[in-house]
């Protein structure tokens, strides 16, 4: 949709840019998925380490957002809750 924008970097056309982040989101799927297991360690601890950690850290982000929703004046907040562009 933006292709006519003016840009400093173009990686080839446009299929070439597509092909090139595809392969790069499934290395990374491939790496993530094979690093969530590693292997010799008990399933059990690995799955109650990665969710206990992501847990934590959405609580602390929410708690965190909340605070500052908290501290925004009434215009603030509805300034906040408009959408930055309109893209269709």
Not at 9 to 21: K, Q
Not at 24 to 41: D, K, Y
Not at 51 to 59: D, K, M, N, Q, S
């Amino acid at each position: 949709k933006l292709d006519h924008l003016p840009r400093d970097f173009r990686m080839g056309s446009r299929r070439t840019g597509i092909i090139v982040v595809s392969m790069l989101i499934a290395i990374f799927a491939v790496g993530f998925v094979a690093s969530t297991f590693p292997t010799g360690a008990n399933i059990l601890t690995i799955i109650f380490y990665n969710v206990g950690c992501i847990v934590i850290f959405l609580g602390f982000a929410w708690w965190k957002y909340s605070k500052y929703i908290k501290g925004l004046t009434a215009e603030e907040r509805h300034i906040e809750a408009t959408p930055a562009s309109n893209v269709d």
